[in-house]
């Protein structure tokens, strides 16, 4: 839906919106989850179905992945 949203303001706006996935690494482990869950992307599946689903929609682009450890940091 989000995309959809962006990319019909790009086309309003005759613009191209850059777009960047962001992906939950918490970890998982000993029925708990360490870390801070700043995404509901989780699975592999999902970032690469979103990824396709931006590569796929005029208006927009897929300008990078990222992610943060936050567990790790501390």
């Not at 998982?28 to 931006?54: E, N, Y």
């Amino acid at each position: 839906v989000h995309i959809a949203l962006l990319a019909e303001a790009a086309r309003e706006a005759e613009v191209e919106i850059p777009v960047l996935i962001d992906v939950d690494v918490s970890l998982r482990a000993f029925g708990q989850v360490f870390g801070v869950r700043r995404s509901p992307l989780q699975l592999v599946d999902a970032v690469r179905d979103l990824a396709r689903l931006v590569r796929d929609t005029p208006g927009v682009r897929l300008d990078g992945v990222m992610a943060y450890e936050a567990q790790v940091a501390g």
